[in-house]
């Protein structure tokens, strides 16, 4: 074995799609690819792992579409006898007896799992910095977080240690850690994707999708993901079926620039802006028209999820109380056990959201504050409806900033939640969004966001694939810093 | 604003306990966000109706029929304490103060 990085013959540097075709046309086994990945997992040093696999479970047939290559999955996926523990101490040695829908009809399909990886506490932070079992490192700079509440899956994917990974999107935790990171990361469409078996945040924005290194592995794992569940009374499931892109061509595509999101004055960074307008000019230049459009209720956004989405977590965490499953704390009775328990198990994150929403919903506040949100989640859902009737796509960065250093914003949760500032209002309307790779500001990875009407993931998928042919990204240039 | 009074009157609702500095942290924290959420009461909402869910599913039904589910024994592996086929708790007469 040579230590220094071989290029030819280092089949982690295979796209998941390329190593797909490999192992189908004989040049590559499943099971070599399956122990590299594991030992690259094992020896992971961002601490992107929380759980890696010992062995390759035994192989779902080589004739599955996915072929056997090996899939990372965030924390919050039950698995059955596998730690699931969505990055929380209350869920200290919980292992599942059963196995949440989308990760059992990708390991049918193909896709065994590798490991799980780390993530802000049960979804609710941009940073990572929020799990219990500690922060993940950015591969492009280690002083720097990887974004979150996906930490764990975008950075394994950037290094290289997961050829893909799953991660779930609440306000943005899929698109901006994958901004973060130099990967591709899309949220669908809400309800094509089960929810069943994804301990929950807010259980109607959450939505589970790939992190993938490239446009075409996204469409491929999504394509294994969508389906409709009877064991989620919200699914739909897709209408047909998510096809790989193939044209590359974005002529006569009308992409929208709402001014509430790039704007000057809005808060974008000016490097992530220069690189943002900069992809604008490459897809006129492609053949699409770029317009400025406006989303009115786009800056109120971030208001409404911060008391939609804490009003569903505080109802939703009540399940922890040490009754069913994960950490007790006794003391005294029955009310003194629950207290301690959620006092002790949760983390700080998590208690502020939990306080958030309790107080929103409480009596005498709930018409000021969670009756309001809705009607204005109604209004975001209006104004997007009314921009794709002119334009295909709302494009925007990402995320406004490139990746922080770590510890930069855990004092001040204000100038965290705007990290979400350009993801959540996608998320309020439910429609599909996806976050690509957009060159480099200052040395580190930017974020281009196309969202479309929903169940938009094909027409998405080409006019993302044609920008990225076309902008030319390596999302495996993480792995120089790694 | 928060002050300490309603802090400890929605930690009890949630059932958790903060320490002095937690509800001092926790006031100010949460007055600075509502801060900001507040502005949503400028807007003109008069006549918007709600949204409660972005995806028009209403009653998903099955045929109700019987289908496997977890064993009782295995649906308890996971249990701090269990006992006769069932999850074991604390007596609510053992609290202090049982609201």
Not at chain 1, 210 to 235: C, E, F, I, W, Y
Request: charged residues 20%; glycine residues 10%; contains cysteine.
């Amino acid at each position: 074995m040579t230590t220094s990085r071989d290029t030819s013959s280092d089949i982690t540097l295979l796209s998941a799609a390329a190593a797909v075709d490999a192992i189908e046309r004989g040049e590559l086994s499943a099971g070599e690819l399956f122990e590299a990945y594991r030992a690259a997992a094992a020896g992971d040093e961002l601490n992107a792992y929380l759980w890696v696999a010992d062995e390759a479970p035994a192989p779902a047939g080589q004739d599955a579409p996915l072929r056997g290559v090996p899939l990372a999955v965030k924390d919050l996926f039950c698995t059955e006898g596998v730690p699931s523990q969505a990055g929380s101490k209350i869920l200290e040695g919980y292992r599942p007896p059963y196995t949440a829908t989308v990760v059992a009809k990708l390991a049918a399909a193909g896709a065994p799992l590798l490991g799980k990886t780390n993530q802000d506490e049960f979804a609710m932070g941009s940073s990572n910095e929020n799990s219990a079992f500690g922060p993940v490192l950015n591969p492009w700079d280690r002083a720097r977080v990887p974004g979150g509440s996906s930490g764990g899956s975008a950075a394994a994917v950037a290094a290289g240690s997961a050829p893909w990974a799953l991660g779930t999107d609440t306000g943005g935790s899929i698109r901006q850690p994958a901004a973060l990171c130099g990967i591709v990361g899309l949220k669908p469409t809400y309800g094509t994707v089960s929810r069943y078996g994804m301990i929950a945040f807010a259980s109607s924005l959450d939505q589970a999708g790939p992190l993938t290194r490239d446009v075409t592995d996204a469409a491929l794992l999504l394509k294994q993901m969508v389906g409709h569940d009877n064991r989620d009374s919200t699914s739909i499931g897709f209408p047909g079926e998510i096809e790989l892109p193939r044209s590359g061509s974005l002529k006569g595509i009308r992409l929208g620039v709402p001014e509430e999101l790039s704007g000057a004055g809005v808060g974008i960074e000016g490097g992530v802006l220069d690189a943002f307008n900069a992809t604008l000019k490459l897809a006129e230049s492609l053949g699409a028209t770029v317009e400025t459009c406006h989303l009115p209720h786009a800056p109120h956004a971030l208001s409404a999820y911060y008391v939609l989405a804490p009003a569903e977590a505080s109802s939703n965490l009540a399940r922890y109380d040490g009754v069913r499953y994960g950490r007790r704390v006794e003391n005294g009775g029955l009310v003194g056990m629950y207290t301690k328990t959620r006092s002790e198990g949760f983390g700080r994150e998590v208690k502020r959201r939990i306080m958030l929403g309790t107080y929103s919903l409480s009596s005498g506040y709930y018409d000021a504050y969670y009756g309001r949100a809705q009607r204005v989640r109604t209004k975001i859902a209006d104004d997007f409806r009314t921009a794709f009737a002119e334009f295909d796509f709302v494009v925007t960065p990402t995320a406004p900033s490139v990746a922080f250093e770590l510890g930069a914003k855990t004092s001040d949760p204000m100038s965290m939640y705007v990290n979400d500032y350009c993801t959540v209002p996608m998320s309020l309307a439910g429609i599909p969004a996806i976050s690509i790779p957009n060159g480099l500001s200052d040395g580190l990875p930017t974020g281009f966001q196309l969202c479309g009407p929903a169940f938009s993931e094909n027409r998405m998928l080409e006019a993302a694939y044609a920008l990225e042919q076309a902008t030319g990204f390596e999302a495996t240039g993480a792995r120089i810093h790694a | 604003m928060i002050d300490r009074e309603q802090v400890l009157h929605v930690a009890r609702l949630a059932r958790l306990e903060l320490t002095e500095d937690e509800v001092a942290r926790m006031s100010a924290e949460l007055s600075d966000v509502l801060g900001h959420i507040e502005k949503i009461g400028e807007l003109d909402l008069d006549g918007v109706p709600p949204t409660t869910h972005v995806v028009e599913v209403s009653n998903a039904l099955r045929p109700d029929e019987i289908e496997p589910s977890l064993p009782c024994e295995v649906a308890l592996a996971n249990a701090p304490a269990v006992a006769g086929g069932g999850f074991l708790v604390p007596s609510p007469q053992a609290d202090a103060d049982p609201s």
